[in-house]
Antibody
């Protein structure tokens, strides 16, 4: 059974940092491209970041609004990915989902940026 | 950026009715992916590679299309199909979603 479990969300003040984690099992993690998506309070979905597999040199991509602030990383030995979020803004408030390509999504973790 | 435009924004269908949802891309994409989201749950994959049915998804759901025009069809609406449906393109970054179609049961 495939499992995808996000953690690390919470309430943070603008300008502060937060690190999300995503632990997975049940599929071949080492060859999977992994993604972070987010869903805003009004239900709009947005892709945040992607990290490719070792065979693709762990290449990363980001949506424009988070470039320079967010960093995606992975640890193949732990079948996990991470999202380091710095200089958070109120508009980053959303549910953050971890996903393996298009198929397996987690249940999400809520990030609230507010003073 | 490839913009995905979904239509209709909202619709209601009677049990047994055939439903077709549309997703138009501003540029050609290789494949389209469709997701169903109910209340506070995470999005659930329905269709991948435009027309392949995800595991466990009822066969009343089907997908079709090519280039810039794609559709998701429910052959016979059931009450449990009431949800928001999103399309997603993975062809080029930034990866983009449609704004969703809210489907209600009459």
């Amino acid at each position: 059974e495939v499992q995808v479990l996000e953690s690390g969300g919470g309430l943070v003040q603008p300008g502060n940092s937060l690190k999300l984690s995503c632990a997975t099992s049940g599929f071949t993690f080492s060859t999977a491209w992994m993604y972070w998506y987010r869903q805003f309070p009004e239900k709009r979905l947005e892709w945040v970041a992607r990290i490719k597999a070792k065979s693709n040199n762990y290449a990363t991509d980001y949506t424009e609004s988070v470039k320079g602030r967010f960093t995606i990383s992975r640890d193949d030995s732990k079948s996990s990915i991470y999202l380091q979020m710095n200089n958070l803004k109120e508009e980053d408030t959303a549910i953050y989902y971890c996903a393996s390509s298009f198929a397996y999504w987690g249940q999400g973790t809520l990030v609230t940026v507010s003073s | 950026e490839i913009v995905l435009t979904q239509s209709p924004t909202t619709m209601a269908a009677s049990p047994g009715e055939k439903v077709t949802l549309t997703c138009l891309a501003s540029s050609s994409v290789n494949y389209m992916y469709w997701y169903q989201q109910k209340s506070s749950a995470s999005p659930k994959l329905l269709i991948y590679y435009t027309s392949s049915l995800a595991s466990g998804v009822p066969d009343r759901f089907s997908g079709s299309g090519s280039g810039t025009s794609y559709s998701l069809t429910i052959s016979s609406m059931e009450a449990e199909d009431a949800a928001i449906y999103y399309c997603l393109q993975l062809t080029s970054t930034p990866l983009t979603f449609g704004s969703g179609t809210k489907l209600e049961i009459k």
